[in-house]
């Protein structure tokens, strides 16, 4: 459980300079260089995140079970996904509607995934995992939008089409992931 919580903490941190040290973080791009600034990031970025995987890989093996989910919150969690993954294609899709409305569907988009799989998995890890992602997204999108409001950062209107398209690529991609990807990649089959 050591290597999944330090995984969480260096790249939720890392990814939570902007909520806690946006100065901080300005002052040390322009000290060292945008280039070298995003090799120092991705770097730990990837870092944080293998331990998360290793790390959740090892709980996995000596599940500590803190509660045990009603088979109906995996059909729960199955839909709360899709929506994942249409607000995740929404914050990649120029001009669609729902990012015109919410600003940050990215975020919405994983505490949507975090939440999903939260009341699907009842482990210790998952719980760890998951309400880490959570917390971190919930806190990310106030910070997000009070940096927009100070800013008077003006989103552009969407329109029909592209709205729809965000929808459809949303769910063909949250349907690609459940039946081919989620069992190799995560070791769990979804359905």
């Known amino acids: 459980m050591t290597i999944l919580i330090l995984g969480l903490i260096i790249f939720l941190g890392l990814h939570s300079i902007r909520v806690v040290a946006e100065d901080w973080r300005n002052a040390t791009r322009a000290r060292v260089g945008l280039n070298t600034w995003r090799a120092m990031y991705s770097v730990i970025s990837i ?4 331990l998360i995987i290793w790390g959740y890989g090892v709980a996995r093996e000596v599940p500590i079970v803190i509660w ?5 919150t995996r059909h729960i969690a199955a839909l709360l996904a899709v929506i994942a993954f249409i607000f995740i294609a929404a914050a990649y899709i120029p001009r ?14 994983v505490k949507t995934w975090a939440l999903a799989h939260l009341i699907a998995n009842g482990t210790l890890h998952d719980i760890l995992l998951f309400g880490g992602f ?14 927009d409001a100070a800013l008077g950062v003006r989103y552009p209107a ?3 089409a592209a709205t729809a398209l965000t929808i459809v690529a949303g769910v063909i991609g949250a349907g ?3 039946m081919w990807l989620h069992l190799p990649l995560i070791g769990v089959r979804p359905f």
Do not use: D, E, Q, Y
């Open 68 to 72: 045990t989910p009603p088979p109906a």
């Open 47 to 50: 870092t944080g995140l293998l």
């Open 176 to 178: 690609v992931f459940a």
């Open 134 to 147: 959570l917390i971190w997204a919930i806190l990310l999108f106030r910070a997000s939008r009070k940096r």
């Open 96 to 109: 669609n509607g729902i990012k015109a409305k919410l600003h940050h569907p990215m975020t919405i988009g």
């Open 158 to 160: 969407g329109n029909g």
